[in-house]
Structure formats: C-alpha cells, structure tokens
C-alpha cells in the first residue's frame, strides 16, 4: 500500500472514531474520557489531513489554500495522480 493510500485510511480511521466519539458524548456530555479522547482524536485527523493535503492536495474543496480564486479544477484529479 503506498503512503497517499495509508494516510487516506488513517484519516478515515480517526473521522469514524470521531463520529461515534460525538454519538456517545450526545448521552454523556460529562464524560471526561470521552472528551479526551475526542479531543485527540480531533487532533490526529486534523493532523493527518493536514499532511495528505500538503502532499497530494486538497481532500474537498471545503480544503482549498487559495479563497480569492477557484483552483478545485486545476489541480489533477485524484484518479489523475495514480499510476496504473
């Protein structure tokens, strides 16, 4: 597996804990591991989200670097960057 694929999985991986992180914090708002670990969960994706993008480009376009012009279409598309 090559690392784009791994740090994809990784991101992935940490945005589902943070999903069911939320779901579990909704019925127990007090819950102080809970918290912890969402709050390092939070840490982690946004830090590997960080690096995918600093390598490979933005994820979505919620993610672009420039806000004065709309550059979603002149990056290469994701299925442009694999080798086959």
């Not at 830090?47 to 600093?54: C, E, G, S």
Request: overall charge negative; charged content about 20%; some cysteine.
């Amino acid at each position: 597996m090559d690392e784009q694929t791994t740090l994809l999985e990784q991101i992935m991986a940490y945005d589902f804990a943070l999903y069911d992180l939320q779901l579990f914090l909704n019925t127990h708002p007090s819950d102080t591991n809970a918290l912890r670990d969402y709050k390092m969960a939070l840490e982690q994706s946004e830090n590997l989200r960080r690096q995918y993008q600093n390598r490979y480009g933005p994820l979505t376009a919620r993610y672009l670097p420039n806000t004065t012009c709309w550059q979603w279409i002149n990056d290469p598309w994701p299925w442009n960057n694999k080798e086959v």
